[in-house]
């Protein structure tokens, strides 16, 4: 049978079941990748919070899910876990300091396993993330216990990741919608996703929810063409609901932005099927048990700061007055809060951003731009009413990768309010588009070596000490040279990959027949219209000849009737 298909031209057909999941598992590849890739850039604990985040997800492994044992805010819980995740907080020696490089950071001691006591902010936070991230610190110890925690964090932020751009590619006209997943794609996301922190956990859920919501609304007429979304959103509803303290709100602005976009009747259409209720039962059974354990447990009890004399309503005014200060967390933000990115990165992001949302506010129907008030709305008085609230007992607490949820929802959004746009395929918006997915991986790879600059040589500002980094006092594993040569290719792979979406190679042949269509006889090839006007000419001039006797020269209106 082979033979018999290599001798008439044809491919052997790939059953659908076979290719269905292929470009779902490249694009999780690709995302795991990158996160796996920055888990191991970064030093360990160089992310914010993540010694207590360490200790809590080490306590929840081991069955300790709720130890507050005071009333007072921000007071520590203590838990008992392996000495070594105890010490951790001996790694922070160049903590706001980015002058030091990690090289100061002691050993960690693999073989110091007795369960001693620790103390950790994170105590009365939802145990979900933190059971799935401490497991492997039943299996391992010492360092490689907590790279592999980091690891496992990143790739179950890589799954919901995966789901959203999935589900974005699956839209009409779903390149607007996965422009925007990658645009809302940002250095942070990933450097969050490469670390033990439920930050970047929370702002997948909320895509992948938000995202395969309106993917089942936009078929909702068709059971089968919404179970794999429905799933995705059941899933992801119900473990957004448990990752954080203000979860519950992502999700609820989130399904509200879903609606203004689709209305209820497509919701009520999923609803009439056991299966829409089956799915949106779990989601509302995460939520229940979310919202129980913020009660029970007062997650916000956990939350600590340095008490201030500042009125709420001064507070208000002086976040709103820094709402545009905080885009630099939502872009690249580093360490803890004490290295920004390069200028050339958060511009290019901040270009982003914008053209994004002009695009979206611009764009027609009016109707259309509704969806985009709650984001907006959230994105810009949230922050302000939030943090007045505890302004008095904690202080200035507020960072721009709290509200990174909500940011990327808001991206989102708008490649929702232009899914009723064609996307442009002309050369001129192919090369924009090329060019634009090389300033993207660019400025991904500079916010990484520079991430690594950082912790490898420190930063100076007298001077630029890039050639020092050949002579490192500290060394990631497998070597900066090595994670930086590995991001970039990943990267590029990645940026090949969503141009070939944006733009894919639809011949004439697919567009009529179908891709697996077999090719036709030159001769036969579809011709421009000026083409058929000309070849139509003579055509209807030897009709004229054979009935008249003469030949008669086709003018303009003769051509038309002949098309």
């Not at 490089?101 to 939802?126: E, H, K, M, R």
Request: charge should be positive.
């Amino acid at each position: 049978m082979i033979m018999h298909l290599q001798r008439s031209g044809r491919r052997p057909e790939v059953p659908l079941a076979r290719t269905k999941y292929i470009p779902a598992l490249v694009t999780f590849l690709i995302l795991g990748t990158l996160s796996t890739l920055w888990s191991l850039a970064s030093p360990l604990m160089s992310i914010p919070d993540e010694p207590a985040h360490t200790i809590k997800a080490a306590a929840v492994a081991r069955g300790q899910l709720q130890t507050q044992e005071s009333g007072k805010q921000g007071d520590p819980a203590i838990v008992k876990v392996p000495g070594y995740v105890a010490e951790l907080g001996n790694q922070l020696c160049y903590a706001f300091k980015v002058q030091v490089s990690a090289a100061c950071s002691p050993d960690i001691n693999g073989q110091n396993t007795a369960l001693v006591p620790a103390t950790t902010t994170a105590g009365n936070y939802n145990p979900l993330y933190y059971l799935i991230v401490g497991l492997p610190s039943r299996l391992l110890s010492g360092e490689t216990a907590v790279y592999v925690m980091r690891i496992a964090s990143g790739l179950l932020s890589a799954v919901f990741m995966t789901m959203a751009i999935m589900a974005a590619r699956q839209m009409r006209h779903g390149q607007w919608p996965l422009v925007a997943a990658v645009v809302g794609l940002t250095p942070m996301a990933l450097y969050l996703a490469g670390s033990i922190n439920p930050n970047s956990l929370e702002v997948v859920t909320t895509a992948a929810f938000f995202v395969n919501l309106c993917l089942a609304l936009e078929n909702s007429k068709s059971l089968a063409a919404t179970r794999a979304p429905l799933i995705a959103v059941g899933v992801s509803g119900a473990v957004l609901a448990n990752t954080r303290a203000l979860s519950l709100l992502w999700l609820a602005i989130a399904f509200a932005v879903a609606l203004i976009a689709y209305g209820w009747r497509p919701l009520a259409e999923i609803l009439r099927s056991k299966f829409g209720v089956a799915m949106a039962g779990i989601a509302v059974l995460g939520c229940a048990a979310g919202l129980g354990w913020l009660v029970v447990a007062d997650s916000f009890k956990s939350l600590g700061g340095i008490p201030s004399k500042v009125t709420p309503d001064q507070a208000f005014v002086t976040m709103l007055d820094r709402t545009f200060d905080y885009v630099s967390g939502y872009i690249g933000l580093m360490g803890w809060v004490d290295t920004l990115t390069p200028s050339g990165v958060q511009v290019f992001w901040h270009f982003a951003f914008v053209a994004l949302v002009l695009a979206a506010v611009t764009s027609r129907p009016l109707r259309n731009r509704w969806l985009l008030v709650p984001v907006f709305i959230g994105v810009l008085v949230l922050p302000p009413i939030l943090q007045s609230q505890v302004i008095q007992e904690l202080g200035y607490i507020w960072q721009g990768r709290y509200l990174l949820a909500l940011v990327v929802l808001m991206m989102l959004a708008c490649g929702m309010a232009l899914r009723f746009h064609s996307f442009p395929l002309s050369d001129r918006a192919k090369s924009i588009g090329r060019w634009t997915l090389v300033a993207a991986v660019a400025a991904h790879v500079y916010a990484f070596v520079f991430t690594l600059r950082r912790y490898t040589v420190g930063l100076f500002p007298e001077h630029v000490n890039w050639s020092e980094m050949w002579e490192t006092t500290w060394q990631p594993p497998l070597t900066w040279q090595g994670l930086s040569i590995a991001y970039l290719i990943t990267l590029t792979a990645g940026a090949v990959l969503l141009y070939r979406a944006l733009f894919p190679k639809r011949h004439w042949r697919s567009r009529t027949f179908g891709a697996e269509a077999r090719p036709m006889p030159q001769g036969s090839l579809p011709q421009p219209r000026a083409s058929r006007l000309n070849a139509a000419a003579p055509a209807q001039a030897k009709v004229d000849g054979n009935r008249n006797g003469s030949v008669k020269v086709a003018d303009e209106g003769d051509r038309r009737n002949a098309l």
